[in-house]
């Protein structure tokens, strides 16, 4: 097999983004031209998650996650678990998400806000990864976690479910190698965006380096981080190809067992991925 030919999946998308709004038929046939076999688009809230089901509905390519994603957490109803129980049903839905905690941005950085208003913030982040976590467990999925500045609460809230077989995939994961271990360890997964290709992201390289070739995935996290060359411009699907590149160089594997394994783990964590 020639290495064109070579199949990669992007495991995590935002293809409901208004960013690809206007040319989202072209942009999923230049990812099918480009070898990007299968794209799992990711739901950040419930209307999201409802436009990422109609997209895995549109092309036989795209397969669906849905969740609300901590940063919006204080605009989610107080409970989401019925709505999400009920997207996952549908037989594209591949796993929960994007869920877990984020305080890199808090709500005192508005001098009108104060201390109990992070309070709140957190506890609405905390509930919410909460319910995503009793769904995928209910439902038998894997979830889709996102952290920021809050490494250490995410890993605590996931172990319970952890040990109930419910497995998470640290995404964009850019952590230090003992986090990739703890992780790991933990029966996580991680995954690798465009960063893997900035100049400046040798810590990153470190740990893509250290994680076992069949623990770790490859995504975009498009329309954010394109890779160089197209850094600072849309991201999106196709250029998986140049991500995996750079995976492979730093890696020291030839694209095809590249190409395997990350297919063969992504298919292994997201149920129901053909
Ligand atoms: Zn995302």
């Known amino acids: 097999m020639s290495e064109s030919n070579l199949a ?33 688009t990711i739901g950040t809230d419930l209307e999201s998650s409802a436009q990422s089901l109609a997209l895995a509905d549109r092309f036989d390519s795209v397969f669906a996650v849905v969740g609300w994603h901590p940063c919006t957490a204080l605009e989610a109803p107080e409970d989401i678990r019925a709505e999400l129980r009920q997207m996952a049903t549908h ?10 905690l984020d305080y890199h941005h808090l709500p005192s950085e508005d001098p009108e806000k104060s201390a109990a208003d992070d309070g709140r913030y957190r506890a609405a982040q905390a509930r919410i990864f909460e319910q995503q976590l ?33 497995r998470a995939v640290f995404h964009c994961f850019v952590g230090s190698v003992a986090e990739m271990e703890e992780v790991v360890g933990m029966g996580g997964l991680v995954s690798y965006t465009g960063i893997v290709t900035f100049k400046n992201a040798e810590s990153v390289r470190e740990t893509l380096t250290a994680t076992p070739i069949d623990r770790f995935m490859l995504e975009t996290d498009c329309p954010y981080l394109a890779p160089v060359p197209f850094r600072g ?23 095809e067992s590249l190409s395997n394994a990350t297919n063969t783990t992504a298919r292994a964590f997201f149920h129901g991925l053909s």
């Open 8 to 40: 990669f999946f992007d495991s995590h998308a935002h293809l409901d983004f208004p960013d690809f709004e206007k040319d989202l038929e072209a942009l999923v046939e230049r990812a099918e031209a480009a070898g990007i076999q299968r794209m799992i």
């Open 91 to 100: 037989k594209k839905v591949v796993a929960i998400g994007e869920t877990g």
């Open 134 to 166: 009793e769904v995928a467990a209910e439902a038998g999925l894997n979830v889709v976690v996102h952290q920021r500045d809050a490494y250490v609460d995410t890993i605590k809230q996931w172990r319970p479910f952890a040990k109930r077989g419910v």
């Open 233 to 255: 411009k849309r991201c999106e699907p196709s250029y998986v190809r140049e991500i995996a590149t750079r995976v492979a160089e730093v890696k020291q594997v030839d694209l």
